[in-house]
């Protein structure tokens, strides 16, 4: 592995799923039950146990909410049931959570897990630029064990023989399958399971999710299918409403277009460029992901709509 990439990985699994990044003094999140044991758990089940009931499986379209934060979904549920979240309060961590559990002989069992810090924005290229350079820096099974490890750490799942998915859309995002044990309630005897462990981006908020069932095919093509849809319907973009960095660019076409363009003011051209690649690089010291690097970019457009203001006429 390449130290100098480690960090482009860190950004993107701890920001989702330890919240590190974000405020690295906090508390772990109590997030819900999610009953997925290792496969090397005894399978004996108590003597009161009792089979979980089958439940009708359904795809709905539905609208995780954490407060100011919503992400909308198409999610397998039961019958009637809704999926059980957790908004972060207090010192928790900045990252709510959601999961949804359909039991019987073949469970289904899926975990979403969002940045909920308000003012949290990943402009879509940073993201695609960050999966590129973490594919880059390692090997495919140091990838997928390290994945591997931020799921045991953050959801207490341990896979085993984890592996990178390479059919689409999974194949171009960090995700990992492996197998797992599921146990739904104390002392029931353990399911194998199939489950993945993907990380994307949702509305610009780095996203985890976590699916399981009883199948690796139907694992792999559900999660697809889960995964499709958050990116369809919470698309990403470059740069939110009302940003500093947009009113920037704006204000440096209007400055060119009234100075009779590039080729009649080339100084203008050059400082503009100068302070592009001076951005890249007084910014490359916070996390690639980071909130730090987003508002180090802000903070700098707002200084040169200073310089291009004070500009004469």
């Known amino acids: 592995m390449q130290a100098s990439k480690t960090p482009a990985y860190i950004a993107l699994a701890v920001a989702v799923a330890a919240g590190a990044i974000l405020s690295p003094n906090k508390n772990q999140v109590p997030t819900p039950h999610l009953p997925v044991a290792p496969t090397s758990a005894p399978d004996t089940p108590s003597p009161a146990s009792e089979p979980a009931p089958e439940k009708t499986l359904a795809w709905h379209d ?18 009637g049931s809704s999926p059980d979240c957790h908004t972060p ?61 931020d799921g045991t750490l953050t959801s207490s799942i341990s896979l085993e023989n984890p592996g990178l998915i390479d059919l689409p859309p999974l194949k171009g995002e960090v995700a990992i399958a492996g197998q797992a044990g599921y146990r739904p309630t104390q002392g029931a005897p353990i399911a194998p399971m199939t489950c993945v462990l993907a990380y994307i ?43 500093i960095q947009g009113m920037e660019r704006t204000a440096y076409q209007r400055r060119l277009k009234k100075s009779g363009g590039a080729a009649s003011n080339p100084a203008l ?11 890249r690089d007084d910014c490359r010291r916070y996390d690639p992901i980071s909130q730090e690097r987003f508002v180090c970019y802000e903070q700098r457009a707002k200084a040169r709509i200073d310089q291009i203001s004070a500009l004469p006429d």
């Open 89 to 149: 309060t207090g010192d928790e961590n900045e990252v709510g959570t959601c999961v949804g559990i359909v039991s019987g002989e073949k469970p289904v069992v899926w975990k979403i897990s969002t940045v909920t810090q308000r003012d949290r924005f990943v402009p879509a290229r940073w993201f695609i630029e960050a999966k590129k350079d973490i594919r880059q820096s390692m090997s495919a099974d140091q990838l997928a064990a390290r994945v591997k490890a």
């Open 269 to 279: 051209v050059s400082a503009e460029i100068d302070y592009s690649a001076a951005t």
């Open 62 to 79: 539905t609208t995780l909410t954490w407060e100011n934060v919503r992400v909308r979904i198409n999610a397998p549920l039961a019958t």
């Open 201 to 243: 981006l949702a509305a610009n908020r780095p996203t985890q999710l976590f699916y399981c069932s009883a199948e690796r095919d139907t694992a792999v093509n559900d999660a697809s299918r889960m995964v499709a849809s958050i990116q369809k319907m919470n698309p990403s973009i470059e740069l939110p409403r009302g940003s």
